[in-house]
């Protein structure tokens, strides 16, 4: 086996160099690719936030709506059982006792 000669070993690191340096280009564009990648999804998430934004308000005001309307639920109640009682005492005074 013959030893290679300066001009080959010259010509090794060369490519070798060569071959480093394309990498690097591809290693440096995948990263730049990457960080593309994430501030997409950075912006996206934050224009997905800002579609929904009045529907969580409405959601949220809408649970409000249903607050009031159990109180005024209870409300009514509480005043349909005063006015069977306040009924049923004006029929016993108007109709008087049944006789029974």
Do not use: Y
Not at 38 to 63: F, H, I, M, P, Y
């Amino acid at each position: 086996m013959t030893e290679p000669t300066n001009a080959e070993l010259a010509q090794q690191i060369a490519e070798v160099r060569q071959a480093i340096e394309e990498h690097s280009e591809v290693d440096q564009r995948a990263h730049e690719d990457a960080a593309l990648s994430r501030a997409d999804v950075l912006r996206k998430l934050d224009e997905q936030k800002a579609s929904t934004d009045g529907l969580v308000e409405a959601w949220n005001a809408l649970a409000g709506l249903v607050k009031v309307a159990k109180w005024i639920g209870r409300f009514a109640a509480w005043c349909g059982g005063i006015a069977a009682a306040v009924a049923a005492a004006w029929a016993l005074i108007r109709m008087g006792r049944p006789n029974g």
